[in-house]
């Protein structure tokens, strides 16, 4: 699948909301780049690029069910708007259930169970603790219980 359709479909969203729009761009560009430099097959970083840039659809319907854009609540609501949406988009089935699974995750730090998990969390954390403004002891916990590729790492140490 053409990816700008993803990430067009995904601004249609969240049109009129810069901070979501630039976020979910800003975690696709750094999943994009740790997974080419890390040597993602084509089908995986696929999966990977449609995760990243789908992986908050779940707080809008999170905001307005909850009044949150808690995690666990976008854990909840995503899967089943990205399902959707993705289902609209004609996007492979098989690589669906595995995006609306990352969806369904990203917040969950002890189940990582795959090099598209691995970077999708690592990309998020990345633009997470810049948009946080987290402190450097934030970070270097975030570094030594969650990162783990090279690329990765090697972002987390120069970024900040």
């Known amino acids: 699948m053409d990816i700008n359709k993803v990430t067009t479909a995904m601004i249609d969203y ?8 630039q976020h979910f761009l800003k975690v696709h560009a750094y999943a994009k780049l740790i997974g080419e430099q890390e040597g993602l097959d084509k089908e995986i970083l696929d999966i990977l690029e ?11 319907i999170s905001e307005e069910k909850y009044n949150s854009s808690a995690g666990k609540y ?9 399902q959707q949406m993705l ?23 002890d189940q990582i ?7 999708l969390v690592e ?11 987290s402190s450097r002891e934030t970070i270097e916990s975030v570094k030594g ?5 090279k690329t990765g790492i090697w972002l987390i140490n120069k970024i900040f």
């Open 14 to 21: 969240y049109q009129g909301q810069p901070k979501r729009i």
């Open 50 to 60: 449609v995760a990243a840039l789908t992986h908050d659809i779940g707080i809008k």
């Open 74 to 82: 976008q854990e909840v609501e995503g899967p089943t708007v990205a």
């Open 87 to 109: 289902e609209d988009l004609q996007y492979d089935k098989a690589k669906t259930d595995r995006v609306c699974y990352l969806i369904g995750h990203h917040h969950t730090y």
């Open 113 to 119: 169970d795959g090099i598209d998990y691995q970077i």
């Open 123 to 133: 990309a998020d954390f990345l633009v997470n603790l810049a948009e946080e403004q």
């Open 145 to 149: 219980k969650i990162f783990k590729t």
